[in-house]
């Protein structure tokens, strides 16, 4: 077999085998553009290296040999040679980008010998000693493991000693003086004396960098981006170019748009005299691409051209990482640019309207779990706000948390349930934890292209970073903005989109869609076939959701209109009437309320079907907690021993009460109430309830009709099980329906329909259908029903551990299970339309506004979704990517 795939022969399609970094390194050389030399080890090599318990084997090293063979050829330099040495990077590159989570090593080739052959040949002593001390440490840490701090230490040493405060005042000697203490580290650290083998540091390498695929950073990114574990790393090989001989030399990252706000024109940042990772490590604050050119206005114009060349060629945005070579202009790595959602929104149109892309293709280019961040909350513009400082505005949002300076800290002050902004001097691939614990970040070091930057925007995180009036003492935990002092714990708040440092906590405000957002959710609506609908329960939610672009309710919850406060008195005098005159004088006094709920809703939705659902929760649910009681009638008791005269009449008066209240709560009490006294049972049990529902819907719709509006209420029967559930409740809906009609003169249409929420209904579905009008698949109960798991108790208790397991792919009440509760689905969809074709179905559950589910629905024909309003847009542009 064949393990290793010079640059020449690969492409840009490759990238399971060649990795995303490898697969591009061939697709710029193949296009002529001037990229070093090298050769691609492929993700193959990485399977093969662990199934031989973590060693290459002799055939794929002997492959590798040859590889560096040609490599010595194509560069006219020897690997190991004194005289004019070749030096590679040895460099990480999954097929998917995991920006730093992996390993490499520059300047790999470097010995005592041939660091004299570098100086010699390039006549530049310092260049050479600084090449191999850069390598030392990184293979020292990347490859030997040994902590970087170590090695930052030397050097703070070394620079003391010989009294010099940059890296840029060391001079040749002052390098060696630090090689030399280097190499004691690393032999006292490890046993060892440094490799002087290139080819043992070769192996040595490649082998580490495929052992980096499984390091902690690496296994947390995959899993918070849904990335498989099978995948493995290639390894790239590459002939080194070097951006620190000089002024004339130097190294960057950029954009060809801006990957925060997607504004067209090239975006980036570099440094003079520099190694790529001094970029990209945030050690050095980097100069804006605009200054280069003045400071290399022929290389700048040669970028601006291959960023245009590489932005047509990809058909999207390139991010874009590059060395100047003594004036000449080398390309490192170019990939899809990661980018918030509002970058991707607006460059997704933006290539339409150049003719790059189609609208097909620009509703693919946004990820629908990526528009959460679109509504993301900003900083209320009508709020004072006190700016402490102002850092780059690196990733959009606003945030307000505690301060915390370590990423551990982060994570575990949010499991307590705090909110908390990390703030660090720069963040590494070790934070990864941190930064998603954290509501936002902020740092002091670091650009726009800055670790933290990236990793923030690719989470949809506020990111603050390179603030340089921050100034953070690990020591005294407390932390300088301009002058004022803060410790960990307090509380301060960035803006991302601003780059504004603002003290204490702020006021949010959700953002508007932005016009790009409209024309992108407007080719959507174009292609896609389910309709979506709003889960909403209020005027105001129902309005919103309709600013969203819903196309009617889904699901309304009657019961929350239970809940308000003032209601819950007589709510519980309905439940704990004695009698039935009792409980019609409590539902009399409920009636015009919940007239005035519909009529509110189906007044926000006029002309747009509303779902209303019949009371669904056990009657428990609005009574006092039965321990609480048991406790209150224990107090009473004992007060009573102590009081006397009036008082202990009182306290036996309200003993009595609470007993018998305590009597009713406990003849309510359900040991399952999930399983219990609730759904249409209620309706079976008490049809006085749902017929005062029902008279509320029609009479609200009578009030709207007669006002000239367009009342669609379709009344939904929950948690049916069996046909005749369903029959008698639709009778007892028409016949309400049939006496308003009787006592207006004005007949309301509607429909009737159930939810299909339990695993009966849905293999019964033939039969329930001859009475349903409509099927909603109400999937959170669907999926507890089905799988037997209490939801309550599943995501508290055991859900993780089957997930973190591999037992189940992921948790079924965030993304539909398909071969399960899927099935049933599908089995009550094809069963309903058998017996009526006309039957509409849709899906209420949390499911419907979940990327994955949606399709789903849409493979199985649905008409419709229904989600929370904030994800109404998510659905519609999730809804357009199944169809096209
Ligand atoms: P990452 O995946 O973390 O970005 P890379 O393999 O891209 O790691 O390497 C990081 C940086 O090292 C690059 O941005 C580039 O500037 C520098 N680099 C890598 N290979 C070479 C090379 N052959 N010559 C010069 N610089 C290199
Ligand atoms: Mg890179
Ligand atoms: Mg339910």
Known sequence: SQ????????????????????????????????????????????????EQGGALSAEMWSEIETAVHHLEEAAGKQFGGADNPLLVSVRSGAPISMPGMMDTVLNLGLNDETVQGLARRTQNERFAYDCYRRFIQMFGDVVLGLPHYQFEQVLDDVKDSVGVKDDQQMRAEDWQKLIARFRKLVERETGRPFPQNPYEQLRMA???????????????????????DELGTAVNVQSMVFGNMGEDSGTGVAFTRNPSTGEPGVFGEYLTNAQGEDVVAGIRTPKPIAQLADEMPAIYNQFLQVCDQLERHYK???????????????????????????????????????????????????????????????????????????????????ASGKIVL?????????????????????????????????????????????????????MGKPCVCGCDALQINMRTKTVQIGSHTFREGDVISIDGATGRVLRGEVAHVRPELSEDFRTLLGWADEVRRLEVRANADNPEDAEKARAFGAQGIGLCRTEHMFMAPERVPVVQSMILAKTLEERNAALARLLPMQQGDFYGILKAMDGLPVTIRLLDPPLHEFLPNLEQLVAHQAALQTKLQYVSGLEAEQT????????????????????????????????VTFPEVYEMQARAIFQAAVQLLREGHQPRPEVMIPLVGHREELR????????????????????????????????????????????AEFFSFGTNDLTQTTF????????????????????????????????GVGKLI??????????????????????????????????????YVSCSPFRVPLARLAAAQAAV
Not at 25 to 43: D, K, N, Q, S, Y
């Open 316 to 398: 999207d945005v390139q991010d874009i990482e590059f060395t100047v070579e003594q004036g000449r202009l080398y390309l490192l790595q170019t990939r899809s640019a990661k980018r918030t959602a509002e970058a991707a929104v607006r460059i997704a149109v933006a290539l339409v309207n150049e003719g790059l892309i189609d609208q097909k293709t620009a509703l693919t280019r946004v990820d629908p779990d990526q528009i959460d961040q679109l509504l993301h909350p900003r900083i209320d513009p009508d709020h004072e706000v006190d700016v402490l400082a102002t850092g780059l505005p690196a990733s959009p949002g606003a």
């Open 788 to 819: 037997g798991f209490s939801r309550d108790d599943a995501e508290g208790k055991f859900l993780h551990h089957y997930t973190a397991e591999k037992i189940l792919p992921e948790n079924p009440f965030a993304v539909l299970d398909e071969s």
């Open 206 to 228: 490649i082998e580490a960098v495929f052992r980096s695929w499984n390091n902690q950073r690496a296994i947390v990114y995959r899993k918070i981006h849904k990335i498989s």
């Open 728 to 771: 008698r409740m639709k009778e007892l809906v028409q016949r309400v329906a049939a006496a308003v009609a009787e006592e207006t003169g004005v007949t309301v249409p509607c429909i009737v329909g159930t939810m299909i929420e339990v695993p009966r209904a849905a293999v019964t579905a033939d039969e329930i259908a001859q009475e």
């Open 406 to 458: 370590s990423a551990d800290d982060a994570e575990a002050r949010a499991k307590a349930g705090e909110k908390v902004l990390l703030v660090r001097t720069e963040t590494t691939p070790e934070d990864i934890h941190g930064i998603l614990a954290a509501e936002g970040i902020l740092t002091s070091r670091g650009g726009m292209t800055s670790h933290a930057a990236v990793v923030a925007r690719g």
């Open 826 to 863: 599908h089995l009550a969809a094809e069963l309903g339309r058998g017996v009526n074709p006309a039957l509409k179905l849709g899906i209420c559950g949390e499911h419907g506004g979940e990327k994955n589910s949606i399709r789903f629905c849409h493979e199985q024909g649905l008409h």
């Open 652 to 683: 036996q008066q309200e003993l009595e009460d609470v007993s018998a209240l305590l009597g009713q709560v406990r003849q309510l009490h359900e040991l399952n109430p999930m399983l219990g006294h609730r759904g249409c049972r209620l309706g």
């Open 3 to 50: 393990w290793v795939y010079p640059f020449e022969t690969g492409r840009a399609a490759d990238k399971m085998l060649l990795g995303g970094k490898g697969a591009n390194l061939a697709e710029m050389t193949r296009a002529g553009l001037p990229v070093p030399p090298g050769f691609t080890i492929g993700t193959p090599a990485c399977h093969a290296f662990y």
